[in-house]
């Protein structure tokens, strides 16, 4: 689904959503229901009206830790770090996202953290060059490289605006697999012979 997003496998801009919440704890937050959605509509409009592809919720309780974005889970490469928000009941435990962390996990080349990460560890990061990638993972995009975060009036770029590194090879392995073209060894793809 190259054509998903407008940018096709480009970076595309964020805008980080500090005035509505898409879901709360005791909520549906981590199904895939369409109420989840409705939620994130009016969010998402605002987005699309400021030049922002799509909205990176926060958490309901107290707008700092970073949730999910739009309908992909996300992913932050600080240092030789990858972070990804660990599965608390508010967002939704994508298939994608845990392919990622097993592939990640297999190759061994970062630290991979299931782990709470607040807004602002992500601009100090950019602040710092520390942030090396962001990136959206889900099953219409595959891996969907962030270039720009923009928070409370401020747009931080992220890699140059580019594709990053892992991005580019996380995408190509995954379709890879889906393709048949890379070796399976988590056995999950299945030959149907016809
Ligand atoms: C579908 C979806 C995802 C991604 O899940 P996959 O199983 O990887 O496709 C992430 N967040 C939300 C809100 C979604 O609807």
Redesign the pocket.
């Known amino acids: 689904m190259g054509a998903y997003y407008p940018e096709g496998f480009n970076p595309v801009s964020i805008m980080v959503q500090t005035d509505y919440v898409r879901a709360v704890e005791g909520g549906v937050g981590e199904a895939?229901t369409g109420g989840?959605?409705a939620a994130s509509l009016l969010g998402q409009m605002e987005a699309k009206r400021r030049g922002f592809t799509q909205v990176l919720w926060l958490d309901a309780k107290e707008k700092r830790y970073i949730e999910?974005v739009?309908?992909?889970?996300m992913f932050f490469v600080i240092g030789d770090e990858v972070i990804t928000s660990p599965l608390t009941g508010t967002?939704?435990p994508?298939?994608?996202?845990d392919s990622v962390l097993q592939i990640l996990k297999k190759w061994g080349t970062h630290k991979v953290s299931e782990r709470m990460i607040t807004i602002d560890e992500v601009v100090e990061a950019t602040e710092k060059g520390t942030l090396k990638e962001a990136f959206g993972?889900?099953?219409?995009a595959i891996i969907s490289p962030v270039g720009n975060i923009h928070y409370k009036d401020k747009t931080y770029t992220v890699a140059d605006g580019m594709t990053g590194q892992l991005s580019q090879k996380l995408y190509d392995f995954i379709l890879g697999l889906q393709y048949g073209k890379e070796e399976d060894s988590f056995g999950w793809t299945e030959r149907i012979d016809l």
């Open positions: 895939k989840n959605y999910e739009g309908t992909m889970n967002i939704l994508g298939v994608t996202r993972t889900g099953t219409a």
